[in-house]
C-alpha cells in the first residue's frame, strides 16, 4: 500500500503542483492563500478557468468557469473566493482529443504499480465526457482500454455507472475503437519518470491530458480505480501484479 506522505502528496492538488510543475505544464493559483491582486492577476490572464476542489476526488465539485458570463469581476470573484478551490488554466488538448469531445479534457487513466526502482505498467483507459465538462466516469463520462504497447483503443465505450456501450461517441460521432493516442511514448516515459520521484508511492493511477506540444498530468490518484482496468476489456490483471505483490497483501482487488 501506499504510505501517508505519498497519499496527503496526491489528495492535495496544491502541493502537488507546487512539487512537480515540469509535469502540470499549466498555472494555477490557491485561491484560499492567495492576496486578492494575485487572484485578479490570474483572472486577466484568464479569460476562462478551471474551478476544483482542492482535495475532490472522481470530478466532484470541478467547474468551468467563463468569466464572459458574468456582468462585473465582483461577480466572479463572490464565485471562488471562500470555496476552498485551486483555479487552474484550462488546459489546451491536442486536435486528435478534440474529435473525441472538444467540450471536455478527454485524459488517459494509467495504472501503475511501483517496486523499489522498477515502474509496471498495469493497464490504460482513455476517458471522454458525454454531457458533463469532466471526463470521469462518475460523472457521466465513459471510456475505452488502451493498448500499453501502442496507445491505441480496442474496445467500445463503456462504464460500470451505466449499461451503455458506444462504438461511437454519442455527441461527436468519432470511431471511439482503434483510436490512436498522439505522443504514446511520451505518456509512458512521462508516468514512468514521476512514478519515481514520488517515494513511499507503489500504487497510483495517472491521469494524462494530452496537449498539442505533448503530455501534461491532471492529477494523480492514490487509490484510483482498478476495476474499470479490467471491466473493460474483461481481463484480470492478477497474473501481472501477482509476482509483484501478493494478493492478499494488496491494497485492491485485482482479480
Same mark, same amino acid.
Given at each position: $500500500? *501506499?504510505?501517508? /506522505? %505519498?497519499? /496527503? &502528496? #496526491? *489528495? $492535495?492538488? @496544491? $502541493?502537488?503542483?507546487k512539487l512537480y510543475p515540469e509535469y502540470i505544464k499549466r498555472s494555477y493559483i490557491d485561491v484560499d492563500n492567495s492576496s486578492i491582486d494575485e487572484i485578479n492577476s490570474f483572472l486577466d490572464k484568464n479569460e476562462s478557468f478551471m474551478c476544483k476542489p482542492k482535495t475532490g476526488m472522481q470530478g466532484q465539485g470541478v467547474i468551468k468557469l467563463i468569466q464572459t458570463e458574468y456582468?462585473?469581476? /465582483?461577480? @466572479? #470573484? !463572490?464565485? +471562488? +473566493?471562500?470555496?476552498?478551490y485551486i483555479l487552474e488554466e484550462v488546459i489546451t488538448q491536442h486536435e486528435m482529443l478534440n474529435k473525441l469531445n472538444p467540450n471536455s479534457v478527454n485524459t488517459v487513466r494509467i495504472a501503475v504499480f511501483r517496486k523499489n526502482e522498477n515502474v509496471y505498467i498495469i493497464g490504460a483507459v482513455l476517458k =471522454? %465526457? +458525454?454531457?458533463?465538462? !469532466?471526463? *470521469? &466516469? %462518475? =460523472?457521466?463520462? =465513459? %471510456?475505452?482500454? @488502451?493498448?500499453i504497447e501502442t496507445g491505441i483503443t480496442f474496445t467500445k465505450g463503456s462504464s460500470y455507472f451505466s449499461n451503455e456501450e458506444y462504438m461511437f461517441h454519442p455527441v461527436t460521432g468519432t470511431l471511439l475503437v482503434g483510436f490512436q493516442i498522439p505522443f504514446w511514448s511520451e505518456v509512458i516515459e512521462? @508516468? =514512468?519518470e514521476l512514478t519515481k520521484k514520488i517515494h513511499d508511492l507503489r500504487w497510483v493511477s495517472w491521469d494524462v491530458a494530452i496537449t498539442p506540444n505533448g503530455p501534461c498530468i491532471v492529477e494523480g490518484n492514490h487509490n484510483g480505480d482498478q476495476c474499470i482496468i479490467q471491466y473493460l476489456d474483461q481481463k484480470g490483471k492478477y497474473k501481472l501484479v501477482k509476482v509483484l505483490e501478493p494478493a492478499e497483501n494488496s491494497h485492491y482487488e485485482l482479480s
Amino acid at each position: $500500500n *501506499n504510505k501517508k /506522505e %505519498a497519499i /496527503e &502528496l #496526491l *489528495n $492535495n492538488k @496544491v $502541493n502537488f503542483c507546487k512539487l512537480y510543475p515540469e509535469y502540470i505544464k499549466r498555472s494555477y493559483i490557491d485561491v484560499d492563500n492567495s492576496s486578492i491582486d494575485e487572484i485578479n492577476s490570474f483572472l486577466d490572464k484568464n479569460e476562462s478557468f478551471m474551478c476544483k476542489p482542492k482535495t475532490g476526488m472522481q470530478g466532484q465539485g470541478v467547474i468551468k468557469l467563463i468569466q464572459t458570463e458574468y456582468k462585473k469581476r /465582483e461577480d @466572479v #470573484l !463572490s464565485k +471562488i +473566493i471562500g470555496q476552498g478551490y485551486i483555479l487552474e488554466e484550462v488546459i489546451t488538448q491536442h486536435e486528435m482529443l478534440n474529435k473525441l469531445n472538444p467540450n471536455s479534457v478527454n485524459t488517459v487513466r494509467i495504472a501503475v504499480f511501483r517496486k523499489n526502482e522498477n515502474v509496471y505498467i498495469i493497464g490504460a483507459v482513455l476517458k =471522454t %465526457a +458525454i454531457d458533463s465538462v !469532466s471526463d *470521469n &466516469l %462518475a =460523472t457521466g463520462g =465513459t %471510456a475505452m482500454s @488502451v493498448d500499453i504497447e501502442t496507445g491505441i483503443t480496442f474496445t467500445k465505450g463503456s462504464s460500470y455507472f451505466s449499461n451503455e456501450e458506444y462504438m461511437f461517441h454519442p455527441v461527436t460521432g468519432t470511431l471511439l475503437v482503434g483510436f490512436q493516442i498522439p505522443f504514446w511514448s511520451e505518456v509512458i516515459e512521462m @508516468v =514512468t519518470e514521476l512514478t519515481k520521484k514520488i517515494h513511499d508511492l507503489r500504487w497510483v493511477s495517472w491521469d494524462v491530458a494530452i496537449t498539442p506540444n505533448g503530455p501534461c498530468i491532471v492529477e494523480g490518484n492514490h487509490n484510483g480505480d482498478q476495476c474499470i482496468i479490467q471491466y473493460l476489456d474483461q481481463k484480470g490483471k492478477y497474473k501481472l501484479v501477482k509476482v509483484l505483490e501478493p494478493a492478499e497483501n494488496s491494497h485492491y482487488e485485482l482479480s
